[in-house]
Protein backbone atom coordinates (compact mmCIF):
# COMPACT_ATOMS: atom_id res chain seq x y z
CA UNK A 1 0.00 0.00 0.00
CA UNK A 2 1.32 3.63 -0.84
CA UNK A 3 2.74 5.80 2.37
CA UNK A 4 0.23 8.39 2.61
CA UNK A 5 1.10 11.88 2.02
CA UNK A 6 -0.79 14.74 3.58
CA UNK A 7 -3.06 17.17 1.07
CA UNK A 8 -0.39 20.14 1.98
CA UNK A 9 2.81 18.57 0.92
CA UNK A 10 1.00 17.26 -2.16
CA UNK A 11 0.13 20.55 -2.79
CA UNK A 12 3.87 21.92 -1.85
CA UNK A 13 5.23 19.03 -4.20
CA UNK A 14 3.10 19.97 -7.23
CA UNK A 15 4.14 23.93 -6.40
CA UNK A 16 7.26 22.92 -6.31
CA UNK A 17 7.50 20.93 -10.31
CA UNK A 18 5.83 24.45 -11.27
CA UNK A 19 8.45 26.82 -9.60
CA UNK A 20 10.99 24.25 -11.28
CA UNK A 21 9.67 24.89 -14.61
CA UNK A 22 8.71 28.61 -14.05
CA UNK A 23 12.65 29.09 -12.90
CA UNK A 24 13.98 27.60 -16.12
CA UNK A 25 12.06 30.18 -17.86
CA UNK A 26 13.13 33.05 -15.96
CA UNK A 27 16.81 31.76 -15.95
CA UNK A 28 16.71 32.10 -19.74
CA UNK A 29 15.64 35.51 -19.47
CA UNK A 30 18.24 36.50 -16.87
CA UNK A 31 15.53 37.31 -14.15
CA UNK A 32 14.06 35.38 -11.10
CA UNK A 33 10.55 34.06 -10.57
CA UNK A 34 8.89 36.30 -9.17
CA UNK A 35 10.21 39.17 -11.08
CA UNK A 36 8.91 36.81 -14.73
CA UNK A 37 5.54 36.07 -12.53
CA UNK A 38 5.35 40.32 -12.16
CA UNK A 39 5.77 40.74 -15.88
CA UNK A 40 3.67 38.15 -16.58
CA UNK A 41 1.01 39.57 -15.39
CA UNK A 42 2.19 43.14 -16.51
CA UNK A 43 1.53 41.66 -19.76
CA UNK A 44 -1.47 39.92 -19.38
CA UNK A 45 -3.15 43.09 -17.89
CA UNK A 46 -2.10 45.17 -20.99
CA UNK A 47 -3.09 41.91 -23.40
CA UNK A 48 -6.41 42.39 -21.84
CA UNK A 49 -6.97 46.41 -22.76
CA UNK A 50 -6.51 47.53 -19.31
CA UNK A 51 -5.63 51.03 -19.40
CA UNK A 52 -3.13 51.76 -16.99
CA UNK A 53 -1.18 49.58 -14.31
CA UNK A 54 0.39 51.03 -11.79
CA UNK A 55 2.31 49.45 -8.57
CA UNK A 56 -0.19 49.22 -6.55
CA UNK A 57 -1.75 46.69 -9.11
CA UNK A 58 1.29 44.52 -9.22
CA UNK A 59 1.60 44.49 -5.48
CA UNK A 60 -1.90 43.06 -5.31
CA UNK A 61 -1.65 40.30 -7.79
CA UNK A 62 1.35 39.29 -6.24
CA UNK A 63 1.03 40.10 -2.81
CA UNK A 64 4.08 42.05 -1.90
CA UNK A 65 5.13 45.10 -0.10
CA UNK A 66 5.40 48.41 -1.26
CA UNK A 67 9.28 48.75 -0.91
CA UNK A 68 9.55 44.79 -2.37
CA UNK A 69 7.46 46.15 -5.44
CA UNK A 70 9.48 49.57 -5.83
CA UNK A 71 12.72 47.39 -6.04
CA UNK A 72 11.82 44.88 -8.51
CA UNK A 73 10.35 47.22 -10.81
CA UNK A 74 13.67 49.39 -10.52
CA UNK A 75 15.72 46.35 -11.44
CA UNK A 76 12.79 45.42 -14.18
CA UNK A 77 13.36 48.93 -15.56
CA UNK A 78 16.70 48.70 -15.50
CA UNK A 79 16.78 45.43 -17.61
CA UNK A 80 14.59 47.17 -19.90
CA UNK A 81 11.76 44.75 -19.73
CA UNK A 82 9.75 47.54 -18.13
CA UNK A 83 9.01 51.30 -18.73
CA UNK A 84 7.54 53.71 -16.23
CA UNK A 85 6.38 56.89 -16.35
CA UNK A 86 3.83 59.31 -14.70
CA UNK A 87 0.10 58.35 -14.68
CA UNK A 88 -2.27 60.22 -16.95
CA UNK A 89 -4.79 60.00 -14.63
CA UNK A 90 -3.19 60.93 -11.33
CA UNK A 91 0.14 61.94 -11.07
CA UNK A 92 0.78 60.10 -7.57
CA UNK A 93 1.20 56.59 -9.69
CA UNK A 94 3.62 55.72 -12.21
CA UNK A 95 2.51 54.04 -15.09
CA UNK A 96 4.00 50.81 -15.51
CA UNK A 97 4.36 49.41 -19.16
CA UNK A 98 6.29 46.75 -20.89
CA UNK A 99 8.70 47.17 -23.44
CA UNK A 100 8.46 45.50 -26.74
CA UNK A 101 10.75 42.61 -25.14
CA UNK A 102 8.54 41.83 -22.24
CA UNK A 103 5.23 42.63 -24.21
CA UNK A 104 4.11 39.41 -24.79
CA UNK A 105 5.36 37.34 -22.06
CA UNK A 106 1.64 36.07 -20.65
CA UNK A 107 1.35 33.88 -23.76
CA UNK A 108 4.86 32.48 -23.17
CA UNK A 109 4.03 31.55 -19.49
CA UNK A 110 0.76 30.57 -20.80
CA UNK A 111 2.87 27.62 -22.92
CA UNK A 112 4.99 27.32 -20.14
CA UNK A 113 2.42 26.74 -17.59
CA UNK A 114 0.29 24.58 -19.98
CA UNK A 115 3.63 21.91 -21.01
CA UNK A 116 3.89 21.41 -16.98
CA UNK A 117 0.28 20.81 -16.43
CA UNK A 118 -0.15 18.30 -19.09
CA UNK A 119 3.05 16.57 -17.23
CA UNK A 120 1.20 16.37 -14.25
CA UNK A 121 -2.15 15.49 -15.31
CA UNK A 122 -1.00 13.08 -17.63
CA UNK A 123 -3.48 9.89 -17.56
CA UNK A 124 -6.57 12.55 -16.69
CA UNK A 125 -9.30 12.27 -18.91
CA UNK A 126 -10.73 15.66 -19.98
CA UNK A 127 -13.93 15.78 -17.28
CA UNK A 128 -11.43 14.74 -14.43
CA UNK A 129 -9.02 17.69 -15.19
CA UNK A 130 -12.18 20.08 -15.14
CA UNK A 131 -13.41 18.59 -11.64
CA UNK A 132 -10.17 19.21 -10.85
CA UNK A 133 -10.30 23.05 -11.55
CA UNK A 134 -13.56 23.38 -9.61
CA UNK A 135 -12.39 21.62 -6.75
CA UNK A 136 -8.90 23.88 -6.36
CA UNK A 137 -11.07 27.48 -7.14
CA UNK A 138 -13.57 26.52 -4.51
CA UNK A 139 -10.39 25.99 -2.43
CA UNK A 140 -9.35 29.40 -3.42
CA UNK A 141 -12.65 31.08 -3.00
CA UNK A 142 -12.34 29.84 0.46
CA UNK A 143 -9.16 31.02 1.19
CA UNK A 144 -10.65 34.38 -0.05
CA UNK A 145 -8.50 34.45 -3.10
CA UNK A 146 -10.43 35.54 -5.99
CA UNK A 147 -9.11 35.52 -9.59
Request: charged share 30%; aromatic share 6%.
Amino acid sequence: MAEYIPLGRRFAIIDRAFKQHLNKKADQLGLTAVQLRVLGELSRLEAFGVPEVNQRDLEQAEQVTHPTMTEMIKRLEKKGFVTCTTSTTDRRYKKISCTERSRNLYLELAQADEAITKTICEGLSAEERAELIRFTDRMLDNIGYHL
